[in-house]
C-alpha cells in the first residue's frame, strides 16, 4: 500500500505549466468521448487520434491562430492527462509492491523528461510561435504516455 501512496501523491505533482494548466481545466465530456470514440475506432494506431480534438478546435477559431492552436491544444492534452492519471492509478493497485516503486520512480522520471524536452523545444522554437511548439509537445508527450501505460496495463491484466 505505501508505493500506491506514493503514486498518489506522484500524480498532482506536474512540473510543466502546460499540463499543469491542462490538467486543472475542466475536461469537456464531448472531448472524452471523442478521444474514447477515435481509440475504439483505431485500436491499432491509436497515435492517430493525437491532434483529432486539438486540429479541428483549432481551425474554427480563425481569428487568433496562435492563441486558438496553443488553447486547443492544452484542450485536448487535458483529455489525455484526465486518461493517462486514471490509468496510472489503475496499474497501480494492480501491481506488487517493489513493481510499483518501479513504476512511479518511471512515471516520475517520465514527467521530468517531458517537461525538460517540451521548454526546450519551447525555447528553441521562433519566439513568436515558442507557446505553440511547446503545447503542442506537451500534448504529444501525454497522449503518447497515456497510450503506453494503456497498453501496459492490458498486457498486465492477460498476464494475470
Excluded at 490538467?23 to 478521444?35: F, K, S, Y
Excluded at 485536448?76 to 512511479?104: C, H, I, K, Y
Aim: with cysteine; hydrophobic share 45%.
Amino acid at each position: 500500500m505505501h508505493g500506491l501512496c506514493f503514486l498518489l501523491v506522484l500524480l498532482p505533482a506536474l512540473p510543466f505549466p502546460g499540463l499543469a494548466a491542462a490538467q486543472g481545466r475542466a475536461v469537456d465530456p464531448a472531448d472524452r468521448a471523442a478521444i474514447s470514440t477515435c481509440l475504439d475506432e483505431g485500436k491499432d494506431s491509436p497515435q492517430a487520434c493525437i491532434g483529432s480534438i486539438a486540429v479541428v478546435c483549432s481551425r474554427r477559431d480563425a481569428s487568433n491562430t496562435l492563441e486558438a492552436e496553443v488553447t486547443c491544444a492544452r484542450r485536448e492534452a487535458a483529455v489525455w492527462r484526465e486518461r493517462l492519471d486514471s490509468m496510472t492509478v489503475t496499474l497501480a493497485r494492480t501491481l506488487e509492491p517493489g513493481a510499483r516503486n518501479r513504476f512511479a520512480a518511471v512515471q516520475r522520471a517520465w514527467e521530468d523528461y517531458a517537461g525538460l524536452k517540451c521548454s526546450f523545444i519551447g525555447e528553441q522554437a521562433p519566439a513568436a510561435r515558442a507557446a505553440v511548439f511547446q503545447s503542442g509537445c506537451e500534448l504529444r508527450e501525454v497522449a503518447n504516455r497515456a497510450i503506453e501505460v494503456e497498453r501496459f496495463m492490458r498486457h498486465n491484466a492477460r498476464r494475470r
